[in-house]
């Protein structure tokens, strides 16, 4: 690979426009001109029409900014892990004006493609560079004009733009529609997974909470000198309660329970709702604190996936919520006496270990998008690296 040259964008006549636009506190004008504002470039650097403000023609007239086909928006103001961020403008029904917020950036043809602009600035901002030199105000900060001009970029030749461009643009594609097919497949799952209980559960006979679940007190003696596991399980989709390991001096006399690998956990303390968990095999022997109550499924009347899926629905929650006296938020408790009257669903116990199962491979399947969608997220700065080092 030969050695591209680096160049300041404000030099070497790179740019034919670098220009910030206005603000307008009339943005929501019948009929307007479009003013682009920081919710119309989305964090993977696409244009986002879905929201779109619009200004007086007459206003819009006399500042006479307007974006042009193959411009490159880049915002110079947001969050700090949002400044940065860019698109090319591919043009719009109407002609499009733009916020003070945004900074319009024309590229000279017969140096520089946008699409490369783009993806230089795109690298730059996912490796932390504008978070990292921006200037900082009272929540929001500004990356200025002259250090953007500042900012040095390669520039290899414009055919080798346009490939390695056309290359990024097919791959990106194709990472893409892999995390469309796997968030369609999780679609699919919850949708099957909700069918299943419906049809199971509809028309079941109820019984009481405490004829097919019994609470239980693993009650573990504490020991100064000693580490426990971290306090907590994983829910299915609803987050997780997990809390830094305890010790024995921080316990103090505390009284703690043992998790076993199969219990019905819930926070009986609610500061939010569906604080309900299956506990896994990798939570087995953990230590919950007073704050979580576990109860052991009676294996003839109930699976705890069943039971735990029905207290995270509507109805569920409901039920929930009445067992659960005292305001909204950190002050609601969840009542024991009152949580064993519930009424829950009772299918035949097959229909149950089927949807059990069920719920197990959506959880899997869950998991597995999870993290598919980090090692996705983490695909667009390595090509990008490959990219600028000319290995693509």
Same mark, same amino acid.
């Given at each position: 690979?030969?050695?591209?040259?680096?160049?300041?964008?404000?030099?070497?006549?790179?740019?034919?426009?670098?220009?910030?636009?206005?603000?307008?506190?009339?943005?929501?004008?019948?009929?307007?001109?479009?003013?682009?504002?920081?919710?119309?470039?989305?964090?993977?650097?696409?244009?986002?029409?879905?929201?779109?403000?619009?200004?007086?023609?007459?206003?819009?007239?006399?500042?006479?900014?307007?974006?042009?086909?193959?411009?490159?928006?880049?915002?110079?103001?947001?969050?700090?892990?949002?400044?940065?961020?860019?698109?090319?403008?591919?043009?719009?029904?109407?002609?499009?004006?733009?916020?003070?917020?945004?900074?319009?950036?024309?590229?000279?043809?017969?140096?520089?493609?946008?699409?490369?602009?783009?993806?230089?600035?795109?690298?730059?901002?996912?490796?932390?560079?504008?978070?990292?030199?921006?200037?900082?105000?009272?929540?929001?900060?500004?990356?200025?004009?002259?250090?953007?001009?500042?900012?040095?970029?390669?520039?290899?030749?414009?055919?080798?733009?346009?490939?390695?461009?056309?290359?990024?643009?097919? $791959? *990106?594609? %194709?990472?893409?529609?892999?995390? #469309?097919?796997? @968030?369609?497949?999780?679609?699919?799952?919850? /949708?099957? =997974?909700?069918?299943?209980?419906?049809?199971?559960?509809?028309?079941?006979?109820?019984?009481?909470?405490?004829?097919?679940?019994?609470?239980?007190?693993?009650?573990?003696?504490?020991?100064?000198?000693?580490?426990?596991?971290?306090?907590?399980?994983?829910?299915?989709?609803?987050?997780?309660?997990?809390?830094?390991?305890?010790?024995?001096?921080?316990?103090?006399?505390?009284?703690?329970?043992?998790?076993?690998?199969?219990?019905?956990?819930?926070?009986?303390?609610?500061?939010?709702?569906?604080?309900?968990?299956?506990?896994?095999?990798?939570?087995?022997?953990?230590?919950?604190?007073?704050?979580?109550?576990?109860?052991?499924?009676?294996?003839?009347?109930?699976?705890?996936?069943?039971?735990?899926?029905?207290? $995270? *629905?509507? %109805?569920?929650?409901?039920?929930? #919520?009445?067992? @659960?006296?005292?305001?909204?938020?950190?002050? /609601?408790? =969840?009542?024991?006496?009152?949580?064993?009257?519930?009424?829950?669903?009772?299918?035949?116990?097959?229909?149950?270990?089927?949807?059990?199962?069920?719920?197990?491979?959506?959880?899997?399947?869950?998991?597995?998008?999870?993290?598919?969608?980090?090692?996705?997220?983490?695909?667009?700065?390595?090509?990008?690296?490959?990219?600028?080092?000319?290995?693509?």
């Amino acid at each position: 690979m030969k050695k591209w040259k680096r160049t300041a964008l404000g030099d070497d006549g790179l740019l034919l426009i670098v220009q910030s636009g206005y603000a307008c506190g009339q943005k929501d004008v019948a009929n307007g001109v479009p003013h682009l504002r920081m919710n119309n470039v989305s964090k993977d650097g696409r244009l986002d029409m879905a929201l779109i403000r619009r200004v007086p023609h007459e206003i819009a007239k006399k500042q006479n900014r307007f974006l042009a086909r193959g411009d490159v928006i880049f915002t110079n103001t947001n969050s700090t892990a949002l400044v940065g961020k860019s698109c090319v403008f591919d043009g719009w029904d109407e002609p499009c004006a733009f916020s003070n917020h945004l900074t319009q950036l024309r590229p000279n043809p017969d140096r520089l493609i946008p699409e490369w602009l783009f993806l230089c600035l795109h690298d730059l901002r996912l490796r932390g560079f504008f978070a990292t030199n921006c200037t900082e105000f009272i929540g929001q900060s500004a990356f200025m004009k002259d250090a953007l001009l500042a900012v040095n970029i390669p520039i290899p030749p414009l055919t080798e733009q346009k490939r390695i461009v056309a290359r990024v643009e097919a $791959l *990106t594609d %194709r990472s893409q529609k892999l995390s #469309r097919a796997n @968030s369609s497949l999780v679609e699919d799952m919850t /949708r099957l =997974l909700r069918a299943e209980y419906k049809r199971i559960a509809e028309d079941a006979p109820t019984k009481p909470f405490s004829d097919v679940a019994k609470l239980v007190r693993r009650w573990v003696k504490t020991k100064p000198d000693q580490n426990y596991p971290e306090t907590g399980i994983r829910s299915f989709g609803k987050g997780t309660f997990h809390k830094p390991a305890l010790t024995g001096e921080q316990l103090g006399t505390k009284r703690i329970c043992r998790i076993k690998a199969g219990d019905l956990v819930f926070m009986n303390v609610f500061a939010w709702e569906g604080a309900i968990a299956v506990a896994q095999p990798e939570d087995d022997g953990r230590v919950a604190s007073h704050r979580f109550m576990m109860h052991e499924v009676l294996p003839d009347q109930a699976t705890a996936e069943f039971l735990c899926y029905y207290f $995270l *629905t509507e %109805r569920g929650l409901e039920q929930i #919520r009445g067992a @659960s006296p005292g305001s909204a938020g950190r002050n /609601r408790t =969840l009542g024991i006496t009152k949580l064993e009257k519930i009424p829950v669903p009772v299918p035949p116990i097959e229909d149950q270990r089927r949807f059990a199962r069920l719920r197990k491979l959506h959880f899997q399947l869950q998991r597995l998008h999870r993290e598919a969608e980090t090692d996705l997220a983490s695909f667009t700065p390595a090509l990008l690296a490959k990219a600028f080092r000319g290995k693509i």
